[in-house]
């Protein structure tokens, strides 16, 4: 049974900064993505950085990467499989960004892979306000 365990949320003011970090129970070779989602208040899920660790055929996937719009230039998504780690690094934060962030990992991507229902394992949650 994987675990992923999500830490690093917080609160800070617009502008600032967050790293959040996923460590996984065991090695993540055989996971194809692994991502950060998050769910604002009153909203559903949404993908918000994916990185392809396996193509489909199970080869290198060269850490391809996907992020939503609203994040692109701000967030980076990256990994240190030594420690079986996946990090979010959050910067110039805004209100909007407030919600909770979960991490995620899954044995294929999908054609989709920052949607949601792609991913089988999933972190407990690190809340991240963010206020003006």
């Known amino acids: 049974q994987v675990q992923l365990v999500d830490s690093g949320g917080g609160s800070v003011q617009s502008g600032g900064s967050l790293r959040l970090s996923c460590v996984a129970s065991?090695?993540?070779?055989?996971?194809?993505?692994m991502g950060w989602f998050r769910q604002r208040p009153g909203k559903e899920r949404e993908g918000v950085a994916v990185t392809e660790l396996l193509d489909a055929d199970g080869g290198d996937a060269d850490g391809k990467q996907h992020y939503v719009d609203s994040v692109k230039g701000r967030f980076t998504i990256s990994q240190d499989r030594a420690k079986n780690t996946l990090y979010l690094q959050m910067n110039n934060l805004q209100p909007e960004d407030t919600a909770m962030y979960y991490c995620a990992a899954s044995a294929f991507c999908g054609v989709y892979p920052l949607m949601p229902s792609v991913y089988n394992y999933w972190g407990q949650g690190t809340q991240v306000t963010v206020s003006s």
């Open positions: 065991r090695q993540s070779y055989n996971f194809h993505c």
